[in-house]
């Protein structure tokens, strides 16, 4: 009798001790889970610093954690982000942004507030059902599963607003905000795509439809990420050649025009000695004047000859220059004008250059 008595004590006293390490470990793994989520500045080759709420303006340093909330500048360089392990933020000089990082390992909750320069996102993984990653500018917003994209913020010579969506790799949705914050229904931009949202004073619209994505007017920081990428198994509709081709390109035509920097100076002396030798000759008497002209009958078809292939057959390409990087570039007809881009690097600031001074060589202009 006693034996059976000390059976019914110890199975009770097992099953409970059974079910407390049950909760203990699952208590454990939820934690563990809450605890998972991590942002933190990645790579940094540059300058940049954070704004937080608490303490202010912060000095970015490689591997500092994010907080939520925070306001990121990156002044000048490249700077990468990494959140949790499937989710990357490449960022470009002079790119401000605030982020919203919320939720934990099954539902991260992403948010970032673009506020000027660009950024290529990429999210390595597709995400859970309850987890969302979006990219707001003040024209609009965008979200996405999981995908490569870049969104990219520019203004034209009076101040409007342009936002330039560009998908790599599989697909975002994009919608219109407007300004009282209403949002329009929203248009999936597919890889190899893009589409320009704009706003001025009265609208905020689409500029165009959506259209193939014009990698020849990347700047040479998204061009280097994008070639970085494809290296780790990106999929694009151009080749890693077609990009380093790009990329040469823009470095050909930088070398060309801080060579083409040098120029005025020795043009003005070749002008002053053709200066001194005219006053030379007329000085001289009119001797020799005379055997010019006497000679100019007979050599007018040559002259005519030696000018056929002029200055109007000749092109010299305009570089635009923001920060250090290719902005656009123009071919201008020897003799012609330059015209101010399209679209400006930032709100305020101009193109150091006289737009009524007719282009003669290579030159390039500085945004300041």
């Keep these: 009798m006693e034996n059976k008595s000390k059976k019914k004590i110890i199975l ?19 934690n563990k889970e809450e605890s998972y989520r991590v942002v933190k500045i990645y790579e940094l080759d540059g300058k940049a610093t954070v704004t937080r709420e608490e303490t202010g303006e912060i000095e970015i340093y490689p ?12 002044e000048e360089g490249l700077m990468t982000l990494k959140l949790d392990e499937d989710k990357f933020v490449y960022v470009e000089e002079k790119t401000r942004f605030s982020l919203l990082a919320t939720g934990n390992a099954s539902d991260s909750r992403t948010k970032i507030e673009l506020k000027e320069g660009a950024i290529v996102n990429e999210i390595t993984a597709p995400l859970d059902a309850d987890a969302s990653y979006e990219v707001h500018t003040q024209n609009s917003s965008m979200s996405v599963r999981g995908t490569t994209f870049r969104v990219a913020i520019t203004y034209d010579e009076n101040g409007v607003m342009y936002t ?39 609208h ?41 081709a790009l990329l040469d390109g823009l470095s050909d035509k930088d ?48 002259t005519e000859d030696i000018s056929a292939p002029s200055a109007s057959a000749t092109t010299y390409t305009v570089t635009f220059m923001y920060n250090g990087t290719k902005f656009a570039t123009q071919s201008v007809t020897a003799g012609g004008f330059a015209s ?24 390039t202009i500085e945004w300041k």
């Design 204 to 244: 905020t619209d689409y500029l165009e439809g959506i259209t193939d994505i014009k990698y020849e007017e990347l700047t040479q920081t998204a061009i280097e990420t994008l070639i970085d990428l494809v290296k780790e198994g990106l999929q694009l509709a151009v080749s890693e050649e077609e990009l380093l």
């Design 63 to 74: 591997n500092m954690v994010l907080a939520s909330g925070d306001e990121v500048y990156l």
């Design 12 to 30: 009770p006293c097992i099953i409970a001790a059974v079910l407390l390490v049950t909760i203990i470990v699952v208590i454990l793994l939820l």
């Design 255 to 302: 070398v060309e025009s801080d060579e083409g920097e040098e120029e005025p100076e020795q043009v003005e002396d070749v002008e002053q000695s053709e200066e001194d030798s005219s006053d030379d000759q007329e000085s001289s008497g009119q001797e020799e004047t005379s055997d010019v002209d006497s000679g100019e009958g007979e050599d007018e078809d040559d």
């Design 164 to 202: 330039t969506v560009s998908v790599f790799e599989g697909k975002v949705e994009t919608q219109l905000v407007f300004k009282d914050g209403t949002m329009a229904d929203p248009r999936l931009v597919e890889s190899g795509k893009e589409t320009i949202i704009f706003e001025d004073d009265l």
């Design 340 to 363: 101010k881009p399209l679209l400006m690097p930032e709100a305020s600031g101009a193109w150091d250059f006289d737009f009524s001074t007719p282009i003669s060589k290579d030159i």
